[in-house]
């Protein structure tokens, strides 16, 4: 069963926000959302993670709606190099580390 | 730090033979994660060690795959024999966390050719 919903692929202008959702409608109480993006030819690389609360890091900020069934993944100035796939986990903390990564988003950053 | 590093990058084998992939983890991990990316299945989670010892290995396809972690800086994924329907892209990960914060180092991926 798929724990989370992506649209398949998505554009952005470059310089421009890119905003990815994610729906996890099924989502338990005890569950984090993750995001990890995987460029091509690379290994995938972790962004960024929450709970419940909104959450800034470095490279995106991830905003997660009260009732925690969705959320949404924002690369606030999208660059070409951000360019790939990229994914929404859920996963309990009490899981072993076990992440489950499906289809993702494929984001094409253009010129 | 290097990361975690992953060798060969490229493997190209016939069908039949025996494949060892090997991965060395970040130092002061605990975890270590097998992952297989295929086109049709995308990634999916082999296997992974808890200091050093394996916890899940519901993921392993078949009794041709087996993953040792003799030490805490070294693994090895062996397929034996290799078969045709094995190609992919085989990624090593490594977490420093026990339990919350699944937050994965990835290598670079073996590239796995079989013939």
């Known amino acids: 069963d798929a724990k989370t919903t992506q649209p398949p692929s998505m554009d952005c202008a470059e310089g421009r926000a890119a905003n990815l959702p994610c729906n996890h409608s099924?989502?338990?109480?005890?569950?984090?959302v993750y995001w990890y993006r995987q460029i091509h030819s690379q290994g995938p690389q972790y962004i960024i993670h929450g709970l419940k609360n909104n959450e800034t890091n470095e490279m995106a900020s991830l905003i997660i709606t009260e009732d925690r069934k969705s959320s949404t993944l924002i690369l606030p100035h999208a660059t070409l190099r951000d360019t790939a796939v990229y994914y929404c986990i859920v996963s309990a903390e009490d899981a072993g580390n076990m992440l489950t990564f499906g289809g993702g988003t494929r984001l094409m950053v253009k010129p | 730090d290097a990361g975690v590093i992953q060798s060969p990058r490229h493997e190209v084998t016939e069908m039949g033979q025996e494949v060892t992939l090997r991965c060395k983890p970040i130092?002061?991990?605990?975890?270590l994660f097998w992952y297989r990316q295929t086109m049709m299945r995308g990634l999916e989670l082999l296997i992974y060690?808890?200091?050093?010892?394996?916890?899940?290995d519901s993921g392993m396809p078949e009794d041709r795959f087996s993953a040792k972690m003799p030490n805490a800086s070294f693994s090895t994924l062996k397929i034996q024999p290799s078969e045709p329907r094995d190609s992919a892209v085989y990624f090593c990960a490594s977490s420093p966390y026990t339990g919350l914060s699944e937050k994965l180092f990835f290598g670079s991926g073996t590239q796995l050719s079989v013939l």
């Open positions: 099924t989502i338990s109480g005890n569950e984090y």
């Open positions: 130092s002061g991990h605990d975890y």
């Open positions: 060690f808890n200091n050093n010892v394996p916890i899940d």
